[in-house]
């Protein structure tokens, strides 16, 4: 069965500092993806970045970039240069690619970033 | 831009009482889910569907059905609420084009407080 693990419930960060929210997964299908989600106190669910089970390369996007470490079954987010309004909850989720569509996801991570 | 929505931001409902919640999506996606998201628990997939009248179950279906009678619509029904049910209920949606299968998209969210 799909797992997935954060470790952190909450986080403060600096404006302006990196700060990277982990994330552990346990699958056994060779063929997944790896999300994170971000989710305002607004409550809408944010599609952030992807990250492909066979992708040689980590996945960035803007400001966040997926710390993909396969044989640990880790996929960290990082986010450089915080900013205000990324204060939100994060969500770590996978998606088996044989089988159902649907997302797994972890507890998630309140991130706080301070001026 | 795909748009999922769904019927309210907000509900409140007695116990014993039958529930529907609707969601809608517009870029006529076959694969159509119900999460409900609890604090500390992250999201849990409910119910999901390949197409129309076609459904499965998720992690935690007790308590709920769900109906696909349209390819955009897909309605979560609890057929008599109880405060144990009192959540926030989220509807996404997902295609199978290749071009798109990476991203699940999310709808605003209910937030059903059951009395």
């Known amino acids: 069965a799909q797992k997935i693990t954060q470790t952190q419930p909450g986080m403060f960060v600096q404006e302006k500092e990196a700060v990277t929210l982990d994330c552990t997964y346990d699958?056994?299908?060779?063929?997944?993806?790896l999300f994170w989600y971000k989710q305002p106190s607004s409550g809408e669910m944010i599609f952030l970045i992807y990250q492909g089970s066979y992708d040689q390369q980590n996945a960035t996007e803007g400001r966040y970039s997926l710390n993909f470490q396969k044989a640990r079954k880790s996929a960290n987010l990082v986010i450089s240069a915080s900013q205000l309004g990324d204060s939100a909850m994060y969500f770590c989720?996978?998606?088996?690619?044989?089988?159902?569509?649907?997302?797994?996801f972890g507890s998630g991570t309140r991130l706080q970033v301070q001026p | 831009d795909v748009k999922v929505t769904q019927s309210s931001r907000y509900l409140v409902k007695r116990t014993g009482e039958k529930v529907f919640l609707e969601c809608v999506q517009d870029?006529?996606?076959?694969?159509m889910f119900w999460y409900r998201q609890d604090p500390g628990l992250g999201l849990r997939l409910i119910y999901f569907?390949?197409?129309?009248?076609?459904?499965e179950k998720g992690d935690i279906p007790e308590g709920y059905s769900v109906s696909r009678e349209k390819k955009e619509r897909f309605s979560l029904i609890l057929e008599s609420a109880s405060t144990n049910q009192t959540s926030m209920y989220l509807c996404a949606s997902i295609s199978t084009s290749p071009s798109s299968y990476n991203e699940q998209f999310f709808g605003p969210g209910t937030r059903l407080t059951v009395l």
């Open positions: 989720a996978m998606r088996e690619d044989t089988g159902r569509r649907a997302l797994t």
């Open positions: 699958t056994s299908d060779p063929s997944y993806g």
């Open positions: 569907s390949y197409d129309v009248k076609m459904k």
């Open positions: 870029m006529d996606h076959e694969n």
